[in-house]
């Protein structure tokens, strides 16, 4: 079967750094989605990892290990205003490219 | 803006009373997507129109139909809603199907059904 974990919460300090990890096995890998989502809100595109390696904007960065199966996100000089959920989603190698999504982590910001 | 639009935002239906979700986008994307969300939960993808080509997910009920009339909109239509079918549903696009992050999906704000 094809499966997507993430943590279900976390909590963070304003100011500090967060990392939200997923592990993923499906068969096939077409690239790695990080989407955030505010609660009752959409998901909006934060990044996308294809190879291995770190990919930087601004104060989000996304780590890939394809033999590892494993990518974080990670969240730097955190802000209130990052409170929200974040999802991991893989692109399988279906013949329609589908999103495999995880639950997402739902990350809590405190002053 | 080129966006994606859906409405109503919220909906509230009674138990087997049918019910349309509507979509639209200004962004000229090949693909529309319809999803189903529940609470803490990963977005469920119930089918995808490729241009006029509809692509239903294997487990999607029957109870759920979808129309793409043309480019721009999308229709969910829900024929007998059960107390199970309340969730928030959003419509989502890309460019493409293929790989690539300038096929990312864009989604819209959602429509958050109630069922009574």
């Known amino acids: 079967g094809q499966n997507i974990d993430q943590p279900t919460e976390m909590t963070a300090t304003e100011g500090a750094i967060v990392q939200i990890n997923c592990t993923y096995q499906t068969s096939g890998f077409n690239g790695l989605f990080w989407y955030q989502q505010h609660a009752g809100e959409a998901p909006t595109f934060l990044s996308y990892?294809?190879l291995d390696g770190l990919e930087e904007k601004g104060r989000f960065s996304s780590f890939l290990s394809r033999s590892k199966g494993y990518s974080y996100l990670l969240l730097k000089e955190l802000q209130m205003k990052d409170s929200a959920s974040y999802l991991c989603?893989?692109?399988?190698?279906?013949?329609?490219?589908?999103?495999?999504w995880g639950a997402g982590t739902k990350l809590i910001i405190k002053p | 803006d080129a966006m994606v639009i859906q409405n109503p935002r919220y909906q509230v239906t009674q138990f087997g009373k049918p019910v349309t979700l509507s979509c639209s986008q200004t962004l000229n994307h090949n693909v529309m997507y319809w999803y189903q969300q529940k609470s803490s939960q990963a977005p469920k993808l119930l089918f995808h129109y490729y241009d006029k080509d509809f692509n239903n997910e294997a487990d999607t009920p029957d109870n759920f139909q979808s129309r793409r009339p043309n480019t721009s909109f999308c229709f969910l239509d829900i024929r007998s809603p059960g107390l199970g079918d309340a969730a928030m549903y959003l419509c989502a696009t890309s460019k493409g199907l293929a790989g690539g992050p300038s096929y990312e999906q864009y989604f819209g704000p959602g429509t958050r059904l109630t069922v009574t």
């Open positions: 990892n294809v």
């Open positions: 989603a893989v692109r399988g190698d279906d013949s329609n490219y589908q999103l495999i």
